[in-house]
């Protein structure tokens, strides 16, 4: 197995490993992000709750994307209909990832409010796999625990039926995971399945974040060590375009775009992940319909007045 970065490429700082027990059928990754986290928590002011549970998520998105075998992005979200209304972290196959959360900001957020509380009742978590060509997939399983990695674990548990273990961390300054799997198709004794995640389960958070995978592993399995391969570098980018804001608005309509350019004189739409603003005035939305769509909302203004 290899990397798709040569190691002298890799940029340490923000990189996922693979590793493998030669011993036993059990596969893991490792994964640690700093300057890719410190770009998505300076877009937002994320209070302190939803800062640590978008980190995990942002973690865990980095480890399961590995196992994308096309061209394509993984997003998962966490959704609820409580004061925290969503966390959703995109990664892609050119492995690059992004994160953002969307919460009542007018609410008061404890710092050590657990994420069920933030999330409220019917809370549900939703993974998409999005190939560049062909249709999308898409499951859908109601929340089942009470932190990230709990979640995943169950779902995976659901829809892999293999034995999973997640360990998630998030600081203001680095986000950690490390994932261990049965591989699939092999055997593998209970007991020794036991034995690598009772190693897995004393793993700290900030061993997570402060620890690059040859350490934390030699940490945890020095006894059994497993293959270690090169890491490789992950990190931020944003997909949002002009072009794509163009699209969304000519799926709006004429008549409605012209009416908020109308009465506001132009329409902002601001990216969520990267808080980019594209602005399009009269001249811009004009153009986008190849009409007149504004003095045709205000004419229609008029006529109803």
């Not at 399983?141 to 932190?147: C, K, N, T």
Request: aromatic share 6%; with cysteine; hydrophobic share 40%.
């Amino acid at each position: 197995m290899t990397a798709k970065t040569p190691a002298a490429a890799v940029n340490h700082a923000d990189c996922r490993t693979r590793f493998i027990f030669d011993d036993m059928p059990v596969r893991g990754l490792h994964v640690r992000l700093e300057d890719v986290w410190q770009h998505i928590v300076s877009r937002k002011h994320y209070p302190v709750a939803i800062r640590k549970a978008l980190g995990e998520l942002l973690a865990a998105g980095a480890l399961l994307s590995s196992n994308l075998k096309i061209d394509g992005t993984l997003t998962v979200q966490v959704q609820g209909q409580g004061r925290l209304k969503m966390l959703v972290v995109e990664a892609t196959s050119e492995q690059t990832c992004r994160a953002t959360a969307r919460w009542d900001e007018q609410a008061e957020i404890g710092d050590e409010e657990s994420l069920s509380e933030l999330l409220g009742e019917n809370g549900v978590f939703v993974m998409t796999l999005q190939p560049q060509d062909g249709e999308p997939w898409q499951g859908v399983v109601p929340l089942e625990g009470g932190i990230i990695a709990e979640l995943l674990m169950n779902y995976m548990k659901r829809s892999e039926q293999l034995d999973t273990h997640i360990t998630l961390a998030a600081s203001n300054e680095v986000v950690g995971g490390l994932l261990l799997q049965r591989l699939p198709e092999k055997e593998i004794d209970a007991e020794a399945w036991n034995h690598v995640e009772t190693l897995a389960q004393t793993v700290t958070a900030p061993e997570l974040t402060s620890l690059d995978a040859q350490h934390l592993l030699y940490r945890l399995f020095h006894e059994t060590p497993p293959r270690v391969f090169e890491p490789e570098s992950l990190e931020f980018a944003c997909t949002c375009s002009r072009g794509k804001v163009s699209d969304m608005l000519l799926m709006l309509g004429g008549q409605e775009v012209g009416e908020v350019v109308a009465d506001q004189g132009s329409v902002e739409v601001d990216c969520d992940f990267c808080n980019e603003k594209y602005v399009f005035d009269e001249t811009d939305v004009n153009a986008l319909f190849g009409t007149d769509v504004v003095s045709a909302a205000r004419s229609e203004r008029q006529r109803l007045q």
